[in-house]
């Protein structure tokens, strides 16, 4: 009985004191709170609604997807980026490596714990990629911004306005703005002089088998280039699969093959004479007029503000000189 009775009241102190302790809590950190909205010079809310506080402007920098790190560096400095995807220093892969070399951190396989060595102010993550990292970093006292990963124009400009928000460069982000649409309409301006009796068709041989169908970047891109992208005509989406009987019902003009050694140049050639020697395709017209191009990966592939030099990339392989562009074209604002 006695034992009974000493449960019962600790029941009830319990029951009593539980709700002021968890009042203690949550009002510790509404004042948490409340003390960054009050010191803060400026605030980002990201793509999973979470509002973020800064008092100045982050000066290191770092970043989850090669694709921030490009419009990171084309309106900062490279030592306000800390680290830099390694990606961003292979030529197939970037249009900028001469900048992202003067970065000497470079990020492969990114943890935590690494992530936390490097001090940064702010983590950028795109929603595409490392998601999984982003509560332990908070947990671990960072400051983390998402955006979505573009799988068009439209959303290659929002993700560059939410960077360069998020890193106090809203002016230099309204120029690289300004900067695609003028580089757009120029390519536009161009392609408008096409007849549509001499547009092409084109099916690219990705690496990734279920890539470029609607929904994809390089459909966006293709809509833009005046080109017919085969893949999404056919009316497959973006995670479909692109089988060799598609494409022969596609029967395209041109055919993009992928410029990137992922396993080794002996592994990529073997891949593309998977395709260009395969007896039952030998009727494609692409091949039959050998139009087989590679596009360059650091432009096709491209979602930052340098998507429109995707564009003008899928111009250039299909219309020809017209459209030609460097391989280190890249729209900037840091000289501004």
Known sequence: MQNNLLLRILLLV???????????????KNIKDQAAKASAAYSVTDITGRTIYFDAPPQRIVTLSSTLDQIVLSVVPPER??????????????????????????????????????????????????????????????????????????????????TTETIGEKGRGEILLKKMDEKLAEITKK??????EKRKSVVFLSLMPTYGGKGS??????????????????????GQEVTKEVILSINPDVLFLPDYPWKGQAWLDEFIRS???????????????????????????????????GVQEIAYRVYGDAFYLPADAHISAVEE
């Open 191 to 196: 392609v408008d002089a096409i007849p549509q």
């Open 14 to 28: 319990v029951l009593t004191f539980l709700p002021l302790l968890l009042t203690s809590c949550g009002t510790e």
């Open 217 to 238: 970047s390089f459909d966006d891109a293709c809509h833009y280039a005046g080109v017919i992208n085969g893949v999404s005509a056919y009316g497959l989406r973006n």
């Open 275 to 309: 395709y260009t020697e395969d007896p039952a395709l030998q009727t494609l017209k692409a091949l039959k007029n050998n139009s087989l191009v590679k596009p360059r990966s650091s432009f096709l592939y491209n979602c930052s503000q340098d998507f429109v030099y």
């Open 81 to 162: 980026l800390i680290a830099v995807h390694a990606s961003m220093k292979e030529s197939t892969n970037s249009n900028m490596v001469e900048i992202a070399s003067k970065i000497p951190e470079t990020i492969r396989q990114p943890s935590v714990e690494y992530i936390v060595s490097l001090h940064p102010d702010v983590v950028l993550v795109a929603d595409w990629q490392y998601m999984e990292l982003a509560d332990p970093l908070r947990d671990a006292g960072l400051k983390v911004v998402i955006g979505r990963g573009p799988h068009n124009l439209e959303e290659v400009k929002d993700l560059v306005r939410l």
